[in-house]
């Protein structure tokens, strides 16, 4: 297994969010544009930046989705975390800014 990586992600806005929020995982997850190469199962750390939030939320989880460069349609590379069971909050707070659009279907950067 390769070692834990640490990488940055500011989300500006909900419309955002709610793309690369991956709500169909079990501790939730959030969707990382990426060129690196990373394997399923990778643990990560991430400074994760909500909308409307000055501060950085750190993150841990492991990489579960994995859309490499050169991906097909409208796809953009990068990875999809699972997160961590501590977590929690930050699952918690997304989902509050997310209240009433999680299952309106809207296209996401995974499925």
Known sequence: MAAQKALSLTIQDVPTLLSAYMSSLERGGIFVPTRERYEL???VFLLLMLPGETE???VTGQVVWVSP???SGRRVPGIGIHFSAEDK???DRIEGLLA???DKGAPTYTL
């Open 100 to 102: 009433g659009q999680l």
């Open 56 to 58: 950085r939320v750190p």
């Open 69 to 71: 460069e050169g991906v």
């Open 41 to 43: 199962g990778q643990e």
């Open 89 to 91: 909050v930050v699952r």
